[in-house]
Structures are given as C-alpha cells and as structure tokens.
C-alpha cells in the first residue's frame, strides 16, 4: 500500500474517533467527518444548538500534501497530532501547518 492511501485511511480513522469522542460530550452538539481524498481535504465539523448559541465550527482540519500529513488547525487538548503518531503516522512527516514555520523546528515534527 502506497504512504498516501495508507495516511488516508490513518487520517479517517483518527478524525473519526475524535468526532465520535466529541459526539459524547454533554454541549448539545453533533460532530461529523468531511474526507475528501481526491484533494486531500479531512475536517471534523462540531454544529447544533446549545440552548440559545449555535455553533458551526471546525475543531480540526488536516490536509495530506505529498506524502506530508499537514495539521492545519488543532482545537483539541491532547493534539490530532499525538493521535496520528499513535495510529502509525510517522513523526517525520506530520508538519503542524498551524505553527510558525520559524517555530516548527521546535515541535519534534517535520519543518515541511
């Protein structure tokens, strides 16, 4: 199986398991994942009401980029990125795309 193909499906499973992790939590919302492997596009997407606010965001965004899983936004506590390194994702080649590419050198992941 081919990096890119194999980080698709790492990447889906783990987005998955933070949607349904999310989908537990006591705020009213609903969490759902968006994949989009022709473009290389994963979202997880919170939505719904909680009594009166209503929310629509987007707690992660994950690009694959080349053979580079890039973590585009990470609203989560312990970081998509700990998940994806858990799941068989290679350190080397998650670029948290979210922090400066001055400071990335710093954060044990890939520069680019």
């Known amino acids: ?6 980080y698709q499906n790492m990447i889906k499973s ?9 989908a537990t939590l006591p ?3 609903t969490s759902q994942v968006i994949f989009d492997d022709e473009r ?7 939505m719904g009401w909680n009594g009166d606010k209503y929310l629509h965001a987007t707690p ?7 053979d580079k899983v890039w973590v585009q936004y990470d609203d ?12 068989g994702v290679s350190k080397e080649d ?8 001055k400071i990335r050198q ?4 890939a520069v680019a």
Not at 94 to 100: A, Q
């Open 76 to 87: 989560t506590e312990e970081g998509v990125a700990t998940d994806l390194v858990q799941a």
């Open 14 to 22: 783990v987005l998955q398991n933070q949607a349904d992790y999310r």
């Open 60 to 66: 992660i965004h994950i690009s694959l980029i080349g």
């Open 40 to 46: 290389g596009q994963y979202l997880v997407l919170d």
């Open 94 to 101: 998650i670029v948290l795309g979210f922090r400066h590419p």
């Open 27 to 29: 705020d009213g919302y």
């Open 1 to 6: 199986m081919d990096t890119r193909l194999k």
């Open 106 to 109: 710093h954060t044990g992941f």
